[in-house]
């Protein structure tokens, strides 16, 4: 395993890449409404991205065709963009990720789309919720396990699967880097975290069982049941005392 720790120049880099990533989905979810489309939403992030002077992380990623991965429903992760209009009570992640002079950054949010569903709306609140809790009292010298648990506990014990083919990851120089961060697993697992360390922590939910399937474009992933998903996530850097946040 190679986990990188990085400079205090290196982090500069990060928090800057993080700082236009939080700035774009601030601007998506100006733009979220019904009747709008995710291929418009993708447009958009990738002419705020670039007029900016940095890259999206994702666009032509192992060969991936867009700027942002737009999850619809039951579309757990790394749906494509389309010219489908978001209907009332829709709800949709947003995943995104901003390259600044070869350092990315990497988050996600889930938006309702008009009236949605109470239940569905606290998917997506226990979701974020799971990601805070991840993090309270981490530092240099916690357990990666400990970051893992905290999260399954919160989603489980609200009654919500916990998908698992699925996981956070090391970012840097790399989209992805080791250590892989999963939403599950014993509390005194995985790496000791150090300062200097960056991950993107990224708890993905269902409503129903966490089973998933791949669709047959070989990139979006999808509830086996059909039931909608959330997903959030930040990337962060571990310090002496705690957790910097740098896609807030």
């Not at 998917?123 to 799971?130: A, G, M, R």
């Not at 939403?183 to 089973?211: C, D, F, H, Q, W």
Request: hydrophobic residues 40%; contains cysteine.
């Amino acid at each position: 395993m190679n986990i990188t720790i990085k400079t205090k120049s290196e982090l500069d880099l990060m928090r800057q890449a993080g700082k236009i990533l939080a700035d774009t989905l601030k601007l998506i979810e100006q733009n979220i409404y019904i009747g709008q489309t995710s291929a418009q939403l993708d447009k958009l992030a990738y002419d705020y991205i670039t007029s900016l002077g940095a890259k999206p992380s994702f666009l032509g990623y192992e060969g991936f065709p867009y700027t942002i991965c737009a999850s619809v429903n039951d579309e757990v992760v790394h749906g494509f963009a389309s010219d489908i209009p978001l209907k009332d009570g829709d709800i949709i992640s947003i995943d995104c990720g901003v390259n600044w002079k070869g350092y990315h950054a990497d988050a996600a949010r889930t938006f309702a789309v008009g009236n949605v569903e109470p239940k569905v709306l606290k998917l997506i609140e226990c979701t974020k919720q799971s990601f805070f809790e991840g993090i309270k009292d981490i530092r240099a010298g916690s357990k990666l396990g400990h970051i893992s648990h905290k999260i399954q506990v919160h989603l489980e014990s609200n009654g919500y699967g916990v998908v698992r083919e699925l996981v956070g990851h090391g970012i840097g120089t790399h989209l992805h880097e080791d250590p892989m961060v999963p939403n599950y697993g014993p509390y005194n697992a995985g790496v000791l975290l150090r300062s200097g360390m960056t991950l993107a922590i990224e708890p993905m939910s269902t409503l129903g069982k966490r089973n998933v399937v791949l669709h047959h474009n070989g990139w979006t992933v999808l509830t086996e049941d059909g039931l909608p998903s959330a997903h959030y996530e930040n990337t962060v850097i571990i310090t002496d005392d705690g957790v910097e946040i740098i896609t807030l």
